[in-house]
Every structure is written in C-alpha cells, then in structure tokens.
C-alpha cells in the first residue's frame, strides 16, 4: 500500500511513465492541476488562490520528499519517473502570475529551460540527500523562472 501510493504520487499520477520526456509530461500534470485548483477561486479576486497555492506547494513538496525516499531505492537516485518534482517547480513558476494562456506558456517554457539545463546552482540542489535533492533542485528552478517571469511581465516587453 506504501509504495502504491508513494508511486502515485512521484509520478503524478502516472505521468512519469510517459515513454516520451517524462519530466515534461510531470509539467503539464501540474499545470494542469494549477488550473483547475483555480476554479473554486474563480469569484475571487486571486487574493485566497496564491495563499493557498503556497500551502499546496509546502505539503506536496514534503509528501513528493517522501514519496521519493520510498521509490530511489527501488528506482535509483532521482530517475526520469519521479515527476513530482516538476508539478512543483511548475506551480513556483505560476506564483502570483496573472492567470493567461501565454503566462502558463511562458512559464512553462521557461522552468523547462532552468530545469533542463541546471544553471546557477541548480546542479548542485541534487546532491541533496534522497528526496530532498529530488525535490530541490526543480523548486530552485522555479524561483529562478518565476523570477524571470515576473521581470519579462514587469518590463512589458513581451511582442504580443
């Protein structure tokens, strides 16, 4: 029962076995779920989503931590199925972005492109032990591009 949960949840919800860029496809899990957490917020004026997003992220961080403690030994460190620490590197990225089609795609693009390539510490987040290096180095990656974002939107230098 442990390991079937653990399992559900480092791959979120079966998208780490995707055969095609699994860590990709664990992206998408979570900004889909970002979306559709949305919704409940929706009559809202954003100010209750971004507060509970942020507790979302500290409890999914934690239970992806241990979900990954329990799958490395039967995966090894950090493997391409563990996804869970892409939906929350994706939801960091999404922190307090104005809600828009071409925000999401930007977002996404560019906590892909800070999770693929590991600049300015990322790699070294993985030397973590266990889980928390799992986790690490894709919230880092999401500062990084949340930070990133929030300069392109704050410079209104975006062509469309």
Same mark, same amino acid.
């Given at each position: 029962?442990?390991?079937?949960?653990? &399992?559900?949840?480092?791959?979120?919800?079966?998208?780490?076995?995707?055969?095609?860029?699994?860590?990709?496809?664990?992206?998408?899990?979570?900004?889909?779920?970002?979306?559709?957490?949305?919704?409940?917020?929706?009559?809202?004026?954003?100010?209750?989503?971004?507060?509970?997003?942020?507790?979302?992220?500290?409890?999914?961080?934690?239970?992806?931590? @241990?979900?990954?403690?329990?799958?490395?030994?039967?995966?090894?460190?950090?493997?391409?199925?563990?996804?869970?620490?892409?939906?929350?590197?994706? @939801?960091?990225?999404?922190? @307090?972005?104005?809600?828009?089609?071409?925000?999401?795609?930007?977002?996404?693009?560019?906590?892909?492109?800070?999770?693929?390539? &590991?600049?300015?510490?990322?790699?070294?987040?993985?030397?973590?032990?266990?889980?928390?290096?799992?986790?690490?180095?894709?919230?880092?990656?999401?500062?990084?591009?949340?930070?990133?974002?929030?300069?392109?939107?704050?410079?209104?230098?975006?062509?469309?």
């Amino acid at each position: 029962m442990k390991t079937s949960l653990a &399992k559900i949840i480092a791959t979120a919800f079966g998208a780490g076995f995707s055969p095609f860029a699994p860590g990709t496809m664990g992206a998408l899990v979570g900004i889909l779920i970002w979306w559709l957490l949305h919704f409940p917020f929706i009559n809202f004026t954003g100010s209750y989503f971004f507060p509970f997003m942020v507790v979302m992220i500290i409890i999914v961080f934690l239970v992806g931590v @241990w979900s990954s403690n329990v799958m490395e030994p039967e995966w090894g460190h950090d493997p391409g199925k563990i996804v869970v620490d892409e939906v929350i590197g994706q @939801w960091i990225a999404l922190l @307090w972005i104005p809600f828009t089609i071409t925000n999401f795609i930007l977002a996404f693009a560019l906590f892909r492109f800070f999770d693929i390539l &590991k600049p300015l510490f990322i790699k070294k987040m993985e030397a973590l032990p266990s889980g928390w290096g799992v986790m690490a180095d894709d919230v880092l990656a999401g500062v990084y591009a949340n930070i990133l974002l929030h300069f392109v939107l704050w410079c209104d230098i975006l062509p469309f």
